[in-house]
């Protein structure tokens, strides 16, 4: 199992930055794919980003491509996604997911675990 913590959300103006982090628990982080997927109040969750275990492979949604990168560290266990560009309908919470399944899913069923989620306010 892994343990994951997301960290960096807040609130910024549009057209700013942010950068969040997830935290692994575990020796293991490196046979384990990354997504990052978001919730806005009232909408169900939906895929941001999703990364390979060796971060070779990366996919975006079309809604945050060319503004959102995502990119791991294996040695400090740590998936990271950078969001520029921002803008109102970026706001939502922020939660960081893992599977040991199919590399850069973009479907929640395929992650069986997940951060507690950052809150991303992003105001006009």
């Known amino acids: 199992q892994v343990q994951l913590v997301d960290t960096g959300g807040g609130l910024v103006q549009t057209g700013g930055s942010l950068r969040l982090s997830c935290a692994a628990s575990?020796?293991?982080?490196?046979?384990?794919?990354m997504g990052w997927f978001r919730q806005a109040p009232g909408k169900e969750r939906e895929f941001v980003a999703a990364?390979?275990?060796?971060?070779?492979?990366?996919y975006y949604a079309d809604s945050v491509k060319g503004r959102f990168t995502i990119s791991r560290d294996n040695a400090k266990n740590t998936v990271y996604l950078q969001m520029d560009s921002l803008k109102p309908e970026d706001t939502a919470v922020y939660s960081c997911?893992?599977?040991?399944?199919?590399?850069?899913?973009?479907?929640?069923?395929?992650?069986?675990?997940w951060g507690q989620g950052t809150q991303v306010t992003v105001s006009s």
């Open positions: 990364i390979s275990r060796g971060g070779g492979s990366t």
């Open positions: 997911a893992a599977t040991r399944g199919a590399p850069t899913s973009t479907e929640t069923y395929d992650y069986p675990y």
């Open positions: 575990g020796r293991t982080f490196s046979l384990y794919s």
